[in-house]
T-cell receptor
Framework: DGGITQSPKYLFRKEGQNVTLSCEQNLNHDAMYWYRQDPGQGLRLIYY???????QKGDIAEGYSVSREKKESFPLTVTSAQKNPTAFYLC????????????FGPGTRLTVL | EDQVTQSPEALRLQEGESSSLNCSYT??????LFWYRQDPGKGPEFLFTLYSAGEEKEKERLKATLTKKESFLHITAPKPEDSATYLCAVQAYSNDYKLSFGAGTTVTVRA
């Protein structure tokens, strides 16, 4: 099955810890994205990558880091510098130039204890 | 800055009671307007893309329309399985790498 997978589905973190969220896609899409979703707010862009080995900050990148070493993978690290990390994190991908539609993974819910 | 406002925040419908959701937007050069459906605890599911004023798209009981300032998602004769949060997003020519999302409208359809 082609699609986007995110793991884990639920993640609990103690304050001061870094955690990494996984995002993998087998759609052969060039662009990948990370969004954060909080209750009552629209999705907000954290980071995006349009090609391998390149990524750009989105609107709320502080306290997060990413890498794009493979086309299929775009992991997100939530660092201890992120002051309010409890949220629902969504990964998305897009085919590339000529295609506007972003497709989303199932999400990871991160809770800070 | 691109802005998207969705109304109402929540909508409760009786099965079969048709209604419409509104998405008002401000963007400098609309490249596309997107509708997604999101079930609780899941990722958004793509529904439609609209590109120009006057365009309409349909899928089962859903129809999306677009003007120069807003989009409507019409739900005709809804069923309980149409209960979900519906998200609207815009893409601008100036920032075509990103989508700007509204907060969504949560629709509950009672049998």
């Amino acid at each position: 099955d082609g699609g986007i997978t995110q793991s884990p589905k639920y993640l609990f973190r103690k304050e001061g810890q870094n955690v990494t969220l996984s995002c993998e896609q087998n759609l052969n899409h060039d662009a990948m994205y990370w969004y954060r979703q909080d209750p009552g707010q629209g999705l907000r862009l954290i980071y995006y990558s349009q090609i391998v080995n390149d990524f750009q900050k989105g609107d709320i990148a502080e306290g997060y880091s990413v890498s794009r070493e493979k086309k299929e993978s775009f992991p997100l690290t939530v660092t201890s510098a992120q002051k309010n990390p409890t949220a629902f994190y969504l990964c998305a991908s897009r085919l590339g130039s000529g295609s506007n539609t972003q497709y989303f993974g199932p999400g990871t819910r991160l809770t800070v204890l | 800055e691109d802005q998207v406002t969705q109304s109402p925040e929540a909508l409760r419908l009786q099965e079969g009671e048709s209604s419409s959701l509104n998405c008002s937007y401000t963007v400098s050069g609309l490249r596309g307007l997107f509708w997604y459906r999101q079930d609780p605890g899941k990722g958004p599911e793509f529904l439609f893309t609209l590109y120009s004023a006057g365009e309409e798209k349909e899928k089962e009981r859903l129809k999306a329309t677009l003007t120069k300032k807003e989009s409507f998602l019409h739900i005709t004769a809804p069923k309980p399985e149409d209960s979900a949060t519906y998200l609207c997003a815009v893409q601008a020519y100036s920032n075509d790498y990103k989508l700007s999302f509204g907060a969504g409208t949560t629709v509950t359809v009672r049998a």
